[in-house]
């Protein structure tokens, strides 16, 4: 369905330039209110808030227009696509066309298209039956067990968690649980990721010792919370008899098989808690797709199908699944997905992206989720001795952390834990040795990360203890990687050694709980304090002056120091500019426990003039005050330290 003012798009002439759209911003919201394809998509574009238009006395004229819109033509391999490019600003366009950009695409209909001819289960309400929904899922599951080549290879087959919920047994309308399945048949499973919101669990929807009992002899689905009763039937349609159950100490770590051996993940994207139905009902404009005839005279015309470029974006925005740490892994993991996302089912496997709207696979040019299997594809089947191979693994490392840090987390000490199975992913596709959030080949470069930059956002070191201080899994909230390149390494100069380093687990597996660690190395060593500036940066006593330098000095604290008075540790000199230099450096404060010790506080980048030094090396031989601390100093002036 569009609006008046978006149907005149398609009739009369087409015009190459801009053009405008609507001129008043409560008539954009009327437009999005009742429905209007485009309206819908621009207004959601720029407010949080659903379009619900009442009748108000706002003003019917506007100094400037809140939307507007041009052609650009695209070819693409087998359709003529049209894009037709929006702008949008709730407080008007200026002369400068400033506003939140949007692109739709028309793609040509033919008979082949996978649009043409579908037909959509309406109930009497007009709402869209979930019944039929099932149908196309298991379609999708059926297709891809049976003539996808990447997705069968990509199983771990074989793999059986130790623990299992059997649906179906010992009635139909019961689960229970088998522990240590037998090992000699061949089990199908599902994996669940869901929310537990706010509200406590019920006590049979969580393998406690005291619900184990009755687990084992089974219970009716009826008694589990909501969402659990949803996952139930959506593996039972799927033709899948058993979902995994998780022992936390023993399994966590285990992840990385558990969910790839998973014959599907079922996402419960759209439920906020574990009393929140997948399956909410859902008007049938929001399955079905926008099909739309041109009437222009100066110009070829055609049917066409409407598309938003950020179709699946914007389905999955603000899905309360996407904001939960945990499910980072368990999604990137599973060698199929089945988004529950509330509006319609999403599909992804190595083969195909698909919705309810386009079953046969997403339309061209839509922007597909930050990471696509296909990606995922081509590193975890990467070969570790190839340069070219190891370096887009680093980057795909670097875009999972961010990605990671950015989400909440329950149970903060999950830090690391709840990305232990894509780690011990990247561990075999790198050949490298994982520590503590860290790599081996890597350690000194993957030491520089930085946390918050606004010293206003800073808060008290977390606790309790969840990663050494010299990891970037210490910390709570969003983090940013330095990414080394095997074709940068040449340009970096490490200025420490590493002596030793001991991480120490709950269990064996490195990937697992970290309770204790020592880090300890030699390198150069200056003191550093700080003093707070009324703009939120920081004045920077040393070598006995003050500088106030934010050009050449950029200082980033995880977390507010217990003092100002800090150790700064050179890590690297970049300096691949001949005539140019920058060192990347540790801020360290000492950790009370003994002489030498330190817990890191921040990280700081000194360019070419920092400082008042013309060469790096000034970094050396500074005076040094009476708080100056360290281990031992060496016989070329470097001085042994340890950071835990």
Known sequence: ??????????????????????????????????????CHVLWNAVSDQPACWLAKNLPEVSIKPVSQYYFRRESAPEDTLLELNFTVNKSGIDDRGLGRSVTFFLQSMSAGSQTAGRTYSITASGHYTWGKSMSTAVTWLSNCLCTHTRCQSSSLSGYIPTRLLQIGQPSTDKIRLVLHPNKETCIQYATVSHCWGGSEPTRLSVLTSTSRKDLESGIFVSELNQVFQDAIFTARTMGIHFDSTVDWQQEAPLMSDVYGGATLNIAASAAAGHDITCFPERDAWSI??????????????????????????????????????????????APRLLHLSGSQLFWDCYELSACETYPDGLLPNIREQWMTRAVLWDVWRSSRSSTERRDPIKQLWKAIVEDYTAAHLTIATDRLIALAGIAKNMARSLGDKYIAGLWETSFITDLFWLGTSDRRGLRPRPSPYRAPSWSWASLDGKVSLSLALDGQIQHLKPLIDIVTCEIETVTDDPFGFVTKNLLRLSGPLAMMQLAPKPNGEWLVFFDGTWWDDEVRLCVALDCTPSTHKLHCLPLFLDNHQTTTWTVSCLLLEPSGNSSGQFMRVGALHAFSGALGMQAWIQFEGKKNESWFEYEDKCKDGRYTISIV
């Open 1 to 38: 369905m569009l609006c008046t003012i978006c149907r005149q798009i398609f009739t009369g002439s087409r015009c190459p330039d801009i053009s405008l759209h609507h001129i008043i911003l409560h008539q954009l919201e009327q437009a999005a209110s009742e429905k209007c394809f485009i």
């Open 288 to 333: 079905q797709p926008c099909i739309i005839g041109t009437t222009w005279h100066n110009c070829e015309n055609g049917v066409y199908n409407l598309y938003h470029g950020d179709f699946r974006d914007a389905a999955f925005k603000g899905l309360p699944l996407m904001k939960r740490g945990w499910v980072i892994q368990e999604l990137l993991l």
